[in-house]
């Protein structure tokens, strides 16, 4: 009889050893498991809409800056600021001073407004020296305020960001923005951006929104947005009047009617034209 019970007792512990080794069994089990989720970002690509396009006075044919609620446009050796409807209300002219002018400086190209100046480049007729001028107004009165001379062949547009950095282009057509302070008469260069392909005939630049607007008089007078941490390129299109008008300078400022406000001529030189852009980023 013991014999008996010692055998039944065996037998129930072997299922019981059974059932829990196997994975169909009443007993519930838990095993664990690792996912990993993986997310591609798709890059930005950037598009630029036309909203709107006014005639302005023939004389407002080189650069353009927004002050407050009136534009500062530039043309050879004049300034002139105009009001709602691009109503002129003051004007410089000649702007530079003479002995600038005895130099052969005679070219005001697009400037940008910072800290209650107008930031403008000259040009000497000379574009092999390698030498050329960034000078600086008075945003409000216009009064002539200094200069200093820089090391470029050409300087058809400067721009200044909220760091005080003057961003320009050696040559009319390039691959590579230059940077520079300016402290009293002395100017300290910067490490430049190479940008990830060369534009040609530039004519304007702004800096807004982590980028420098550029705009050109290429074969469909093209703006362009360059990232200022990579140099990426990229084109948004035609600011129109190609290829037989010129584009000119450009302005970076949020406005009902876009950020992006550019200057171009028509195949006769007269009207110029200011043509307004919105901006967006959307997944490419």
């Not at 709107?52 to 609620?69: F, H, N, P, S, W």
Request: charge should be negative.
């Amino acid at each position: 009889m013991r014999g008996v019970l010692v055998a039944v007792f065996v037998l129930a512990l072997v299922a019981a050893c059974s059932s829990d080794d196997d994975p169909s069994a009443d007993a519930t089990s838990t095993t664990a498991s690792t996912s990993t989720t993986t997310t591609t970002t798709r890059p930005l690509h950037w598009v630029a809409q036309r909203t709107r396009e006014t005639a302005v006075a023939g004389r407002y044919r080189q650069g353009l800056a927004r002050d407050g609620d009136t534009y500062l446009f530039t043309t050879d050796n004049a300034i002139f600021r105009t009001g709602t409807g691009f109503t002129e209300t003051q004007s410089l002219l000649p702007a530079l001073p003479t002995d600038l002018s005895a130099q052969g400086y005679d070219h005001i190209g697009d400037g940008d407004v910072a800290d209650g100046r107008l930031w403008v480049p000259v040009e000497k007729e000379d574009k092999t020296s390698g030498q050329q001028l960034t000078a600086w107004f008075d945003a409000k009165t216009l009064a002539y305020m200094g200069s200093v001379t820089v090391a470029q062949h050409h300087n058809s547009f400067v721009t200044v960001d909220d760091d005080g950095v003057v961003w320009s282009t050696d040559q009319f057509d390039d691959d590579t923005l230059l940077r520079y302070r300016v402290d009293g008469t002395t100017v300290q260069q910067l490490d430049p951006l190479k940008m990830d392909r060369k534009l040609v005939h530039i004519q304007g630049g702004d800096v807004a929104d982590g980028a420098i607007w550029l705009s050109t008089d290429d074969d469909h007078n093209g703006i362009y947005r360059v990232d200022t941490e990579t140099g990426k390129v990229t084109d948004l299109g035609s600011m129109g009047h190609a290829p037989d008008g010129e584009g000119e300078g450009i302005d970076a400022t949020d406005l009902p009617s876009g950020l992006l406000h550019v200057l171009v001529t028509d195949e006769h030189s007269v009207p110029m034209y200011v043509v307004d852009f919105n901006v967006h980023s959307e997944p490419g």
